[in-house]
C-alpha cells in the first residue's frame, strides 16, 4: 500500500480522489450560495428569524442552507473535507516537483497531456493552484472564520446572519473584481482536472477524450457560474441599501 501511494500512478490517483471529492462540495456550496439569488428573485433576501432555531420557517432559503451546513453530519464532515484539501494541494506539490525533475519543466501530470500543446491551463495547473489556495484564504477570512469557527471551536464572533457578511464581503466593487479572478482561476484550474481526473482512470481515448472535455467546461462553468452569480447579487444587493 505505501509502494502504491508513493508511485507514480498512485499519486495521480489520490490527487484525482481529492479532486473529485472537492468538485462535489463546489457543486454544493455554490448550489447553497446561490439560494441568495433565488431569495433576491422571491423578496427574500435577508430574511432571518427572530430565533436561533434552525431552519426556521422565517428564514430565507440561503439561511436555510446555512442551517443546513451548521448541522451535525456537515459538522464532522469539515474536518474530512479539510483532510481532502490538504491531500490535493500536497499531492499536486509533490506531482509539480516530480514533473519538474523529470521533463525540466512544470507540468501537471507524469503521463502526456492531450492538451499539452493548446491548453494553457493544463501548462499551469501548479500556478492556478497557488492563486487559488491564496485567495482561499482571503475567503474563509470573510465567510468561515465568522461564521463556522466561533460555532465549532469558540473563537472570535459568531454572526447569524449570512445576508450581512454576502453584502459586507461585496459591498465594494473591488471586492468582487478580485473574487472575479479567483472564479475564473477556479474555473480554468476545474476545466483541466476534470478531464484528467478521468484520465488517470484510463478514459483517455479519442471518444471520451472529446467528452469529457466538453463536460468539464460545462461542470466548471456551473459551479463558476453560481459563485459569480452569488457576488454580483450581494453587490447589487448591498447598493440597494
Known amino acids: 500500500m505505501a509502494n502504491f501511494l508513493t ?18 462540495f463546489l457543486l454544493l456550496h455554490g448550489t447553497i450560495n446561490f439560494f441568495s439569488v433565488l431569495d433576491s428573485l422571491s ?24 442551517d443546513f451546513m451548521s448541522t451535525g453530519f456537515i459538522s464532522i464532515m469539515v474536518p474530512v473535507l479539510a483532510l481532502g484539501f490538504i491531500v490535493h494541494i500536497g499531492y499536486g506539490i509533490w506531482l509539480t516537483i516530480d514533473n519538474y525533475k523529470r521533463r525540466g519543466g512544470i507540468k501537471r501530470y507524469e503521463v502526456a497531456s492531450k492538451a499539452k500543446n493548446d491548453s494553457w491551463s493544463a501548462k499551469n495547473m501548479a500556478i492556478l493552484g497557488v492563486l487559488i489556495l491564496g485567495l482561499l484564504g482571503f475567503h474563509l477570512a470573510h465567510f468561515w472564520a465568522k461564521m463556522q469557527l466561533p460555532e465549532m ?33 477556479l474555473f480554468l484550474h476545474l476545466e483541466h482536472g476534470f478531464w484528467s481526473m478521468f484520465q488517470t482512470i484510463g478514459w483517455n481515448n479519442k471518444k471520451w477524450h472529446k467528452r469529457l472535455k466538453v463536460t468539464g467546461i460545462v461542470v466548471s462553468a456551473v459551479i463558476v457560474l453560481l459563485f459569480v452569480a452569488t457576488a454580483v447579487n450581494a453587490y447589487v444587493e448591498a447598493m440597494a441599501l
Open 153 to 185: 471551536f469558540g473563537i472570535g464572533n459568531y454572526e447569524d446572519n449570512p445576508y450581512t457578511l454576502l453584502m459586507a464581503t461585496f459591498s465594494k466593487w473591488w471586492m468582487v473584481a478580485l473574487y472575479m479572478v479567483w472564479f475564473v482561476a
Open 43 to 66: 423578496g427574500k433576501f435577508g430574511a432571518v428569524a427572530a430565533d436561533d432555531t434552525l431552519f426556521s420557517t422565517g428564514d430565507g432559503l440561503f439561511k436555510l442552507g446555512c
Open 7 to 24: 508511485s507514480s500512478i498512485g499519486k495521480k490517483f489520490i490527487q484525482s480522489v481529492s479532486g473529485a471529492f472537492l468538485i462535489i
